[in-house]
């Protein structure tokens, strides 16, 4: 058997680092030669993650750990922005590939990152070069790339149902509307009340009205895909439940297009594609079908009364989200057949 690619997962400890390692278990390709974690630094990944016990047998590292660059080829960054581009320049600097979870570098320029995320960019030089890790829309790139900026939840959501259509030009951009439910994984694994069970579960609310962080990077590729600039209102809500996203989409079409007229074109866009999943007429996505597998699985609708458009998305935040997404990336970015440690389905009971 060909070598197996050391892989480090910085920021193991969290809830996409804790994804990456249940998929890079059993990735025939990948030995997982270093976790990280700041709060559970010495003890075993398996202590922290009893699931992972007889599959992993490793101890978890600090991120200044000296020498954790020699111990791995490729890194995946589960880190929160900020930390994630120091980290990514140390790695790239050692001549790593890299693929960040974060934020980091997903914008194209600096001043709109500075501008939505209150932080000076201290890796300018990189934005140029990261490819954003999109497979569908940039996967010629990402093979090439030194690093990937995995994308946001929300913006795979988003962008999947939109972009063809946007490309093709048949939707006003400018009449973008995005309705998402995340579970509350979400936000990571930090302690803060409003993620409380007590705080979270029975309700639902609406957050980050009207400037969440995911809007510029929706917006960004949205625009690239339709070629003019696309501004969107969005809104995300707060769900009670542990991992999944839903996302409805309204879009005033420009011609008075069907449903099966518009299934038709993101068909073409997405029939050879191993994780996009487009639902029969009269079917819609839901939740628990992706859940903890690397689908995304859109539906199509138009409304005969208002002529409206509305798509409707379904991943799992932390697979076609972040974690399983990465891989995606990763087996790309290392000449891997891209379905490798993925093809999962979800876990509808
Ligand atoms: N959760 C999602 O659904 C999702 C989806 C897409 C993208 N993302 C992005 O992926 C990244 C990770 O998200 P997450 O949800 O996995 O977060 P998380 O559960 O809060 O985990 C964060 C990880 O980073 C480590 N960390 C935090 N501060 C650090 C520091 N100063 N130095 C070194 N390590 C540090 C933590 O380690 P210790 O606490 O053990 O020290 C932990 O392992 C974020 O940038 C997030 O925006 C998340």
């Not at 581009?85 to 001043?111: E, H, Y």
């Not at 309700?203 to 696309?230: C, D, F, M, N, W």
């Not at 509305?310 to 790309?332: C, E, H, M, P, T």
Request: one cysteine or more; a neutral charge.
């Amino acid at each position: 058997m060909a070598e197996r690619v050391r892989v480090g997962v910085i920021g193991a400890s969290g809830y996409t680092g804790y994804e990456l390692l249940r998929v890079l278990v059993a990735h025939p390709a990948v030995e997982i030669s270093v976790a990280t974690s700041e709060q559970y630094a010495g003890q075993q990944v398996a202590e922290l993650f009893p699931s992972l016990a007889r599959l992993l047998d490793l101890t978890l590292s600090p991120l200044l750990e000296e020498g954790l660059e020699e111990r791995c080829d490729t890194v995946f960054l589960a880190l929160p922005h900020k930390t994630a581009m120091r980290a990514a320049v140390r790695f790239l600097a050692a001549g790593k590939r890299v693929i960040d979870l974060s934020a980091d570098f997903r914008l194209r320029d600096a001043q709109t990152y500075e501008a939505w995320y209150g932080a000076a960019h201290e890796a300018r030089s990189w934005l140029a070069r990261a490819v954003y890790g999109l497979p569908e829309r940039y996967r010629s790139a990402i093979k090439e790339a030194q690093l990937v900026a995995n994308p946001g939840c929300y913006p795979t959501s988003a962008i999947l149902p939109l972009a063809p259509l946007l490309s093709e030009g048949l939707l006003v951009p400018e009449s973008i509307i995005v309705d998402a439910l995340s579970g509350v994984s979400g936000a990571g694994r930090k302690l803060e009340a409003q993620y409380l069970y007590g705080e979270a579960a029975e309700s639902v609310k609406a957050y980050g009205v009207p400037r969440h962080r995911h809007t510029p990077e929706i917006e960004q590729e949205l625009s690239v895909a339709a070629g003019v600039p696309v501004t969107i209102t969005f809104t995300p809500h707060l769900l009670p439940m542990t991992r999944g996203m839903l996302s409805t989409i309204y879009a005033q079409p420009r011609l008075p297009l069907s449903a099966s007229q518009f299934r038709e074109v993101l068909a073409k866009a997405y029939g050879e594609e191993p994780f996009v999943r487009l639902c029969a007429a009269g079917r819609l996505p839901e939740a628990r079908h992706v859940r903890g597998s690397n689908f995304c699985d859109i539906g199509v609708e138009v409304d005969s009364r208002t002529g409206r458009l509305i798509l409707i998305s379904a991943l799992d935040n932390l697979v076609k989200g972040a974690s399983g997404q990465a891989v995606q990336n990763f087996n790309l970015m290392h000449g891997l057949a891209e379905t490798l440690a993925l093809r999962t389905p979800g876990l509808a009971l």
